[in-house]
């Protein structure tokens, strides 16, 4: 039998040897890392002349940006109350004083109310039905006089008219009472302070003083052709944005001295709704301003409620 050759041998390819080298227990020397630090720096560290050079520094510019910060956020203004003006103010004095209107009786025996224009009375009343229903109880509670004067006794007729006088009076007072805004509660007086709004901000009564904005679109079209106008209005607006934006700041300006009273912090059910209604207030605002940049409309809001750049313009974060 002849001998077997390598087939590495047969191609040419020297032998190689795949044995595997024997391990080697040296290691390889280890360098450490200075800490590279010139000899200016450790002077500096050393020197307490550069050390309180630096904190100065540090300071005044932390100072800086604080005052910058602080600029920056009064000239955006409170994203909630925005800028205290007269009408704003008068949300928590809607009533008036305390004394709403005179009671002065007329020749007629009867009683007229004088009051402010301003004046707003509590259930829905006005100063002329108020009139009119007291004028009727003092008729309907008046002493019958008998008609047979011979019988008649002058002295008790005087006593009953003076106690008729008396008990009209303080019924008359406890009518003011009743109907003033003063001693009625916040859900009363946020419905007066919204009904104020509306006569405000509604356009059935700013058309006729504000200037409208200049069209975009001529109403002309192909010619001679005009298109038609709006529905006429019916009662009072109540829908327009300038309105809504209104009550909703009447409605914000309760929810937010709500939270700011002592246990206002726990309550986590109006810290939403305050928040929902600030954003809410914030859509209608970039539409206003969208529709009415520059406008009476836009002016007249923004002054009259005072609300600044940071009710509407980047993002509100409560």
Known sequence: MPPRIPVS????????????????????????????????QRRKYKDPYALAQAKQRKDANQ??????????????????????TPFIESFDNVGGSAVLHEVTSDGSGGVRITSADDTIFNHFLKPSELEAAIN????????????????????LEAAAKKQHEEGHKNATAALARIVSLANASQRDKTRANIMRCIDTFGRHKTDSTLRPRAPTNPNVVGG???????????????????VQVAILTAKIKVLADQLDTRGGKKDKINKRNLRVMVHKRQKLLR????????????????????????????EISL
């Open 63 to 84: 100072s800086r940006q604080a005052e910058l910060q602080e600029q920056r956020k009064a000239a955006l203004g409170d994203p909630i109350r925005g800028i205290t």
């Open 9 to 40: 041998s047969r191609f040419g390819v020297p032998q190689l040897c795949f044995r595997p080298a024997p391990s080697s227990n040296a290691q390889l020397p280890v360098t450490q890392v200075a800490n590279v630090v010139t000899m200016a």
């Open 136 to 155: 009727h109880s003092q008729r309907l509670t008046e002493p019958v006089i008998d008609k047979v004067r011979d019988s008649a006794d002058p002295a």
């Open 224 to 242: 001679d052709k005009v298109l038609p106008e709006k529905t006429p209005r019916a009662g009072p607006d109540t829908g327009s944005s300038e």
């Open 287 to 314: 539409y206003l301003r969208r529709k009415e940049r520059g406008g009476d409309r836009w002016q007249h809001v923004t002054d009259t409620l005072g609300l600044t750049e940071g009710t509407w313009k980047g």
